[in-house]
Antibody, heavy 124, light 108 residues
């Protein structure tokens, strides 16, 4: 059974760079896109972006200028970097596997396996 | 358009049926997927595609769609179904994922 384990610094100062890594255990890395989602305290889910094993990326336009996703295929890992953080970036950050169908009349987009979440606080 | 909308909250009596809706232009092209999130936990996928349940998800959860509206129906609602429910899809360009704002389901 596929499991995602994520880690990274949980307390940052404004203007610092958030850095998180997600490792895939027990499943194929190359067959899927891999995504990052965040959830500010008491609020809903926000899609950050996704990447595949070749490094092909899609980003949320509202975060594009500050976000970089990368893969380490040999380690079955992918990572998130978010620069110039502010208090508005305080959230629980999740990594997740993308499950999707792109055939006409059958299209869907889902995240079927999630990491445990990493709380990140930005405070001076 | 990249926006999905959901009712903020619904309540349902124990054992009854509740329907949660999600609206957006992208749902004319994509089936919505649905997640259940309980406090302090990661979201759990309960429905994907036309009406598919991942392994381990009860058949009390089902989905339907019409036009720009997707629905998640919970039949025979149990106390353990009390949670926030989110829908997701690609946006109309297909270039990003989008989440609905979530619906809080309260079981009375």
């Amino acid at each position: 059974q596929v499991q995602l384990q994520q880690w990274g610094a949980g307390l940052l100062k404004p203007s610092e760079t958030l850095s998180l890594t997600c490792a895939i255990y027990g499943g194929s890395f190359n067959e899927y896109y891999w995504s990052w989602i965040r959830q500010p305290p008491g609020k809903g889910l926000e899609w950050i972006g996704e990447i595949n094993h070749r490094g092909r990326t899609k980003y949320n336009p509202s975060l594009r200028s500050r976000v970089t996703l990368a893969v380490a295929t040999s380690k079955n890992q992918f990572s998130l970097k978010l620069t110039s953080v502010t208090a508005a970036d305080t959230a629980v950050y999740y990594c997740a596997r993308v499950r999707q169908e792109v055939a006409l009349f059958s299209k869907y987009y889902a995240m079927d396996v999630w990491g445990q979440g990493t709380p990140v606080t930005v405070s001076s | 358009s990249s926006e999905l909308t959901q009712d903020p909250a619904v309540s349902v009596a124990l054992g009854q049926t509740v329907r949660i809706t999600c609206q957006g232009d992208s749902l004319r092209t994509y089936y919505a997927s649905w997640y259940q999130q309980k406090p302090g936990q990661a979201p759990v996928l309960v429905i994907y595609g036309k009406n598919n349940r991942p392994s381990g998800i009860a058949d009390r959860f089902s989905a339907s769609s019409s036009g720009n509206t997707a629905s998640l129906t919970i039949t025979g609602t149990q106390a353990g179904d009390e949670a926030d429910y989110y829908c997701t899809s690609r946006d109309t360009s297909g270039n990003q994922g989008v989440f609905g704002p979530g619906t809080k389901v309260t079981v009375l």
